[in-house]
């Protein structure tokens, strides 16, 4: 069991660029999700998915783009990158929603220039 | 008010110390909660949930105060291996989203 996979580990962009972070799970879970971390900050929701073919909002999703057209993959695609996307991306995944434990990817560090 | 807050950090304490953090959160209608821990640059993982009743974990107790909406979380005996960021994380009861703390790092020195 791999778990939660994230690519790539790190990332440069120079604003204006687009791009996609890939996010797999493996466990079966039909929750998924997509946070960002500041230096110093806790983590905020960008997406997040309660099945294949169905995503919502969180509290930051302007920039960013989600897709799930199936239960392992949700990948998260920044258009027109801009320097205030320069955070840390975790994928996170749960089998139920209310009080199952999220399981997180190593994390994605992207830096735009 | 922010959603959940955190003791600010950060703790520097000698091994064998008992630590505590506080965390309050904002929404009374929230339904879980947890601890997780994250170490430098890496993911978060979860410590521990939080029941009402008090849950206990070998070194780890956590709490609950659902009346005065506040979490704390007591490390007994410390290990340099606890030296790490803790986060206070909420299930508002919102189709699974959790809501984080902004953490509180613990240094544990020799």
């Known amino acids: 069991n791999a778990g939660v996979t994230q690519t790539p580990k790190f990332r440069i962009l120079k604003i204006g660029q687009s791009m996609t972070l890939q996010c797999t799970q493996d466990?079966?879970?039909?929750?998924m999700y997509w946070y960002r971390q500041d230096p110093g900050m806790g983590l905020k929701l960008i997406y997040y998915?309660?099945?294949?073919?169905?995503?919502d909002k969180g509290e930051v999703p302007n920039g960013y783009n989600v897709s799930r057209s199936t239960t392992e993959d949700f990948p998260l695609r920044l258009e027109l990158a801009a320097p205030s996307q320069t955070s840390v991306y975790f994928c996170?995944?749960?089998?139920?929603?209310?009080?199952?434990?999220?399981?997180f990817g190593p994390g994605t560090r992207l830096t735009v220039l | 008010r922010k959603e959940v807050e955190q003791d600010p950090g950060p703790f520097n304490v000698p091994e064998g110390a008992t630590v505590a953090f506080n965390c309050t959160y904002s929404?009374?209608?929230?339904?879980?909660f947890f601890w997780y821990r994250q170490d430098c640059r890496k993911e978060p993982k979860l410590l521990m949930s939080?029941?009402?009743s008090g849950n206990e974990d070998g070194r780890f107790t956590a709490q609950l105060n659902r009346a005065s909406q506040y979490i704390s979380l007591l490390i007994r005996d410390s290990k340099l291996s606890d030296s790490a960021t803790y986060l206070c994380?909420?299930?508002?009861?919102?189709?699974?989203?959790?809501?984080f703390g902004q953490g509180t790092e613990l240094s544990v020195k020799p």
């Open positions: 466990m079966n879970h039909n929750y």
């Open positions: 998915s309660v099945g294949a073919g169905i995503t």
């Open positions: 994380v909420v299930n508002p009861g919102q189709g699974g989203k959790l809501i």
């Open positions: 929404n009374s209608a929230s339904q879980s």
């Open positions: 939080v029941y009402s």
């Open positions: 996170a995944s749960s089998y139920a929603a209310r009080t199952d434990t999220q399981y």
